[in-house]
């Protein structure tokens, strides 16, 4: 079973950056699109940014379009989100999984505050 382990968030000022990790067992990274998801509070778990095996392509939603770059190494195993000019509307807690289809088991996710 792939376990997933978020971290790298905080609490960071509305402009702010942050550049969250998560690590992966196995090599899922080279055979699924693998996906950063978010949940505010009293709303429901959103994907955010996409990035195929390999990292061959990456999309992002609307929201984050050219604010939120995801990145991997699949050497390190590892899946990267770059947040940049991040505003209050961006709090939430950070979840990687496969996308659009994640997997039933989900990491602890990294909680992101964006607050002056």
């Known amino acids: 079973q792939v376990q997933f382990v978020e971290s790298g968030g905080g609490l960071v000022q509305p402009g702010g950056s942050l550049r969250l990790s998560c690590a992966a067992s196995g090599s899922i990274f080279i055979i699924y699109t693998m996906g950063w998801y978010r949940q505010a509070p009293g709303k429901q778990r959103e994907l955010v940014a996409t990035i195929t095996a390999r990292a061959w392509s990456t999309n992002s939603a609307d929201s984050v379009k050219g604010r939120f770059p995801i990145s991997s190494d699949n050497v390190e195993k590892t899946l990267y989100l770059q947040m940049n000019s991040l505003n209050p509307e961006d709090t939430a807690v950070y979840y990687c999984?496969?996308?659009?289809?994640?997997?039933?088991?989900w990491g602890q996710g990294t909680q992101v505050t964006v607050s002056s």
């Open positions: 999984n496969e996308a659009p289809s994640p997997r039933d088991s």
